[in-house]
């Protein structure tokens, strides 16, 4: 996310207490990084059932 | 008005007292410039002080009597249960009902009470929105009546922090050995990740709301710093007695940290508000976070407000605003008043408090109805038939149990609920006893103990009766609690001899010998509550026989509980008044002098201290006393009084007029200062102004009409006698070994009053003296002598600087000197005391620790509104003496005498050359 002067951050998974001081826009921004966190490891999980041929679920 | 709209910040418990801790350090930038861009103040609470009652009389602008929120919790009649206290039972309309019914809209959060949300013109999301009583695992529902209007649930639903969702990176910062503790026994955490997760709840919900609807009035009330005061304010520096080691250091930055996360807070709110809006930050109460946080709290319902204090926060902040001010006189009734003075709207009088006029930038036109709570119309008001789900009741109760705010109710809900009922009674009583209706408070009160009898509704009863000079019933009930607390103790006492000895057998069980350990130190803590009841029980006594002027005998009783408690200032104040009854001006002095030597800060006793001075004819310290009472308390005509009295017979008449007319303006009935004022007139020494015509036609005598106080400073041209200098220090500062004595010698021979105890005497190493006192080493940890050193010039070393208390103005001379140079010259030093060998080596650690600490200071000072520096170059003085001397007399604002500064510069003392 970026702020006024347009520097981007990059938001650490486990987030922070600026974060949430910056109210509901930085709750968001944390929560979809987690998410995105999340589906990224399912995904690797797959990848590593498909390859030991275990098949994805 | 000049503001679009207004936000309101509700801050529970804050206080000064850490807050300017924490500025004076840099730690809550964002309030800090709130208050130097603003008006501060302290904010008056109510009796009793709970947060419930406190809010809905911040809401209303109305004593508890009047809007009905009386307590914790309220017995449900029809559910056979007890709930926590609702919107329901608020009697008056609130701001936000009244701002409704003129069409404004408002958003309001998490306010004490607002369960079920009211259905108002904005959105309410109420004071249950942010609990979680469960994990999040088990699923997080809302509980319905959470929001209005319904069709936003699911988006502010979305707004809730868990505190299963925090992380490490949320708890390290207020607990850094957080990874080290065990949270199986230690559940202090859990605590603080759900007070956390509140105030983030609160905050994303209110920040979008700020940020995706229309609004004109916000209001925003957050928990957490009273929560976490309560659980953590113990453990906070300086170290309490009887605080284990681990614990203090686990745990001591817990409260600072939740204030500074609220200034991040409070950063955001700011931005999203706007400078077009008008924002008021204020507190219920404050809290108590030095030496007088109680060490143990009463063995009752809702203890944990024992450990309140009478004063909370106000800041506002915003284009209506003055800038740079601080206002006096100021309570949590005053709050609504003043808001819809902001909107243009009449206030009613049927409201307790007034609009802070004092705070305004241009005085504001103040309208005024009879009452607003029979006006018709749509205010967003629930529909009588509203009911609170007994179950959502019961889920949030358990929420109240666990904050410790109430008891468990138990499984005799029947019992739970007649104690209920009882509680909010006794709290009615409180607030009627404490607003000068001792008839009502007692027939409560008598209802009351013919229901349950217990010795905290027996002595209110006692000060009631007393109240209403009552005082023969008076004494005789304070003789059964007398008779009723020894057979407690003999009780107490003999289960204590009982369990001791079950302690001592040897061949008990080791869970068995737990419980009896447990039941002992029930009984000890017992032991010591009948103790302290004993106490308040001989200190009512006291005061009886004073009223009935006998003072021997009052004396008498006092004597006895001072022999036993010689530390307590109750007694040294019931002591002092009664001496002072009996004119005993000298020995009365001395017990005021034993209370300021406890409490420093006591506003009383430095009155008293006044009062005595002046009658024992030394004006000079009656006036310094009472200024330090009118700087503590501005809101005080007593003080204002016997300042006036005394400047009158120093023959400051000017400044003795302008005093005597402020402590009229406070309190028109008040007749002290009326007599003098027409004594003076008499005697040609005093000319009526304006203001005091006023004040005898327009002035309510039992309140305070601030609009006359505003004009009777204006009148005076001063807002009151300050003295010459008053409030401004004078500092000399820099590294150890960078000359600071040497400018300390030049700045005295140059005409100046140094502060020095001359306890540290010259050596070799400053043949001509430190010029240091005792008193500036504990800085850090002591500053309530910082006055002495008005209009001096003390020497404080760069590592001290950031403890000077932000209540005086400090004009700093820095002195700077080649950082390897003090280096050396301080190695030099302590070889010369044997602390170090000459053939030691260059201590280039410590050279870098210097550096960063001159640094530091700097920065510091850099931050500060309060303080203003020069850096003097320490070579530049030896070398170039008469330029430095001037330049520091130009800096300083003062005529110093520039030949005797520059005779003082001695080259021979240029020490250590530096030889890396």
Known sequence: MADKRRQQYKIPLEGSLGLLALGYEGLVAWRKVRHDAGQLKEMNINKQKKEKGEGAE | MKAKRVLLIGWDAADWKVIDQLMARGHMPTLQSMVKNGVRGNLSTLQPVLSPMLWSSIATGKFADKHGIHGFTEPDYEGGSIRPISSRSRKARAIWNILTHQGKKSNVFSWWPSNPAEPINGIMVSNLYQRAN??????????????????????????????????????????????????????????????????ASVHAASTWAMENSEWDFTAVYHDAIDHSC???????????????????????????????????????????????????????????????????????????????????????????????????????????????????????????????????????????????????????????????????????????VEL?????????????????????KYNLSKVYASTGRP????????????????????IRIAENLKRLERYDDALSMLDEIDRMLQDERKRTNKRLQEKSSEEAKDEEKDDKKDKVKSELAQLKKQKAETKKRFMSVQLLMADIYKSQKVFEKAIEVLQQLSERAPNSISVLKSTADCLIKMEKWKDARNAYISILNIDPHDHGAHRGLAFCNNKLGKFEEAVESALTATELVYQYPAA?????????????????????????????????????????????????????????????????????????????????????KHGEITVVSGLPRSGTSLMMQMLHAGGMEIFTDEVREADENNPKGFYEHEKVKRLATNNAWIKEARGKVMKVVSQLTKFLPPNHDYKVVVMKRDIGEVTLSQHKMLVRLGKAKQS?????????????????????????DHVSFIEVDYHDTLNNPAVIAKQISTFLGKDLDIDAMIAQVDKDLYRSKTKK
């Open chain 2, 404 to 424: 410790g705010y109430i008891e468990d109710p138990g499984e005799d809900v029947k019992k739970a609920m007649k104690n209920t009922a009882i509680e909010l």
């Open chain 2, 640 to 724: 204002h009084f016997i300042l006036g009295d005394s400047l009158y017979h120093l023959g400051q008449d000017e400044y003795a007029a302008k005093s005597l007319e402020v402590a009229l303006a406070m309190r028109p009935a008040y007749t002290a200062p009326r007599i003098l004022l027409d004594k003076m007139a008499k005697e040609g020494r005093y000319t009526p102004s304006d203001a005091r015509e006023l004040t005898i036609e327009e002035m309510d005598s039992s309140s305070i009409n601030q609009q006359l106080v505003v004009q009777a400073e204006k009148n005076a041209g001063v807002k009151t006698y300050t003295g010459t």
């Open chain 2, 439 to 458: 008839k009502q408070a007692l027939e409560l009160l008598e209802e009351i103990l013919s229901e349950k009898d217990e010795y905290r509704f027996r």
């Open chain 2, 134 to 199: 469960k994990p999040l695992a088990d699923g997080w529902p809302m509980l319905p009546g959470t929001v209005h209007p319904e069709d936003k649930e699911r988006l502010f639903k979305r707004c809730r922090v868990h505190p299963d969702e925090l992380t490490s990176a949320h708890i390290l910062p207020f607990v850094p050995n957080a990874g080290k503790i065990d949270q199986k026994n230690d559940k202090r955490i859990g605590a603080l990740s759900k007070m956390i997760a509140d105030a």
């Open chain 2, 230 to 400: 309560h659980g953590f304010m113990k453990f906070r520096e300086p170290r309490m007695p009887g605080v284990p080691e681990d614990l203090f250091q686990n745990y001591k930055d817990v409260v600072d940290g939740m204030y500074r996360f609220h200034d991040m807070m409070l950063e955001r709110c700011l931005q999203l508000a706007g400078p077009d809006t008008n924002v008021i930050l204020i507190s219920d109460h404050g809290f108590q976070s030095d030496h007088l946080r109680p060490l143990s709290l009463p063995q009752e319902p809702a203890a944990p407000a024992a450990e309140h204090r009478q004063h909370g926060i106000i800041c506002c902040y915003g284009p209506d605003f003055k800038k740079g001010h601080t206002i006096y006189g100021s309570s949590i009734l005053d709050i609504t008043p003043t808001l819809l003075t902001l909107f243009g709207l009449p206030v009613g009088k049927d409201m307790d408090g007034k609009p802070l006029i004092q705070a305004f930038e241009e005085v504001p036109t103040v309208k005024s109805i009879d009452s607003g709570e029979m006006v018709e119309g749509h205010f967003g008001e629930h529909d009588r038939d509203h009911k609170v789900n007994a179950e959502d009741a019961k889920a949030a109760l358990k929420q109240l």
């Open chain 2, 840 to 864: 030691d080596s260059y201590p280039l650690r410590l050279e870098k620790t210097l550096r960063a600490q001159y640094d530091g200071a700097k920065k510091w000072m850099e931050a500060q």
